[in-house]
C-alpha cells in the first residue's frame, strides 16, 4: 500500500442503509470526488478525504444505523485482512 492513498467514505441511506469505504482512486469514488462538498443529495453523501484506511473505517463504524463495508473492488486485499 502506497504511503499517499486517501480514503473517501460513501454514505446511503435510500437503497441500503450502509456507509463504503474506497480508496480516492476507486473506479466507484470518481463521483465522489465531485460530490465531496454536496451535503444536500436526498440519498447519499460522500466525506472525506482520510489519510489512513483506519481514520475512514473508524468514521464510518461511527455512523448510526449504518452497515459498516469495505469496497471489495479498491480494498480486496485490506477487506480479507479485516
Ligand atoms: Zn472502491
Same mark, same amino acid.
Given at each position: 500500500?502506497?504511503? =499517499? *492513498?486517501?480514503?473517501?467514505? +460513501?454514505?446511503?441511506?435510500?437503497? &441500503? ?5 474506497h ?10 470526488l ?8 436526498? =440519498? *447519499?453523501?460522500?466525506?472525506? +478525504?482520510?489519510?489512513?484506511?483506519? &481514520? ?27
Amino acid at each position: 500500500m502506497k504511503s =499517499n *492513498d486517501k480514503y473517501l467514505v +460513501y454514505e446511503n441511506w435510500r437503497a &441500503e442503509r450502509k456507509a463504503v469505504v474506497h480508496k480516492s482512486t476507486c473506479g466507484h469514488a470518481r463521483e465522489g470526488l465531485d460530490r465531496l462538498q454536496d451535503y444536500t443529495a436526498p =440519498n *447519499d453523501r460522500w466525506y472525506g +478525504y482520510f489519510d489512513k484506511l483506519t &481514520e475512514a473505517i473508524s468514521f464510518a463504524a461511527l455512523m448510526p444505523n449504518r452497515q459498516l463495508k469495505i469496497c471489495g473492488v479498491c480494498l480486496q486485499e485490506e477487506k480479507a485482512r479485516i
